[in-house]
């Protein structure tokens, strides 16, 4: 028989995640561009400042005018920032900057980038001078990139 066997179990391809080569990704990917992606951390660092300045006044006024601590000021903008990132990347595969730009977090063979994935790319962003891995690697691809196995691409133009 010159053929594949019909029963034979699917095969998975092991090199899709971490570590995958972005110049041998299909045409069809549409990877954002280095303006675009500076341009989505921007407004998103602008958004998670403003979030988090908001929820620790709250906390302050919740408190009764007893002063919040600096410690438990910034625990708190640390969870802003970490939930600004998980939830709307997680829930909707974009945060508000790449919603404005039109760009989406897709995992590396175009599906939904799982849970895993989104907190791994999360918590790379805590990697000192990862923000400037953007401007130093390969089509503009960075640390959390690279590291969770997703990309960023354009959904509209």
């Known amino acids: 028989m ?17 570590g995958v080569d972005r110049a041998a990704l299909p045409p069809i990917y549409n990877q954002a561009g280095l303006g675009t992606r500076l341009l989505n951390m921007l407004i ?7 979030l988090g300045s908001v929820v ?4 302050m006024l919740l408190s009764r005018g007893e002063a919040t601590s600096e410690v438990a000021s910034n625990v708190i903008a640390f969870g802003v920032m970490i939930g600004y990132y998980v939830v709307l990347e997680a829930a909707f595969g974009w945060t508000i900057g790449k ?11 175009g599906g939904k980038p799982k849970l895993g994935q989104i907190i791994g790319r999360t918590a790379a962003r805590f990697i ?3 923000p400037f891995s953007l401007l130093f690697g390969n089509a503009n691809v960075g640390w959390h990139d690279s590291l969770s196995g997703t990309l960023v691409v354009r959904v509209r133009r």
């Open 2 to 18: 010159g053929g594949q066997n019909p029963y034979e179990a699917p095969q998975a391809d092991v090199n899709v995640g971490a």
């Open 44 to 50: 998103d660092n602008v958004l998670v400042v403003v």
């Open 56 to 59: 620790v006044a709250v906390s």
């Open 99 to 109: 919603l404005i730009t039109g760009t989406r977090v897709k995992r590396a063979d």
């Open 128 to 130: 000192p001078f990862e």
